[in-house]
């Protein structure tokens, strides 16, 4: 089984920085495609940065130049350091991983933290 825990998540005023975590257990964590994905109030839940396991990004529009997705694989962790930040940006983030277990494809998410950009 895998488990994704997130951390990080807090309130903050517009223009500043939170930097996210997110801790994998699992063996296969360094070949898993990991991403970030957000849910604010009343919209549906976006993606907001990929990495696959070769190090390649992609960025949603609304994001791009202000936010940075890296991971560790020594340390099986996957960040997300989001700077700039603005009242749009509040939302719960939840932490996703693609992992190969017993053979198959899972998808796995964390349970999601709390981030408040308040004007």
């Known amino acids: 089984q895998v488990q994704l825990v997130e951390s990080g998540g807090g309130s903050v005023q517009a223009g500043g920085s939170l930097r996210l975590s997110c801790a994998a257990s699992?063996?296969?964590?360094?070949?898993?495609?990991m991403a970030w994905y957000r849910q604010g109030p009343g919209k549906q839940r976006e993606l907001v940065a990929a990495i696959n396991s070769g190090g390649r990004t992609n960025y949603a529009d609304s994001v791009k130049g202000r936010f940075t997705i890296s991971r560790d694989n020594a340390k099986n962790s996957l960040y997300l350091q989001m700077n700039v930040l603005k009242p749009e940006d509040t939302a719960v983030y939840y932490c996703n991983g693609n992992f190969i277990v017993g053979g198959l494809l899972r998808t796995y998410w964390g349970q999601g933290t709390q981030v408040t950009v308040s004007s």
């Open positions: 699992g063996s296969t964590f360094s070949i898993a495609a």
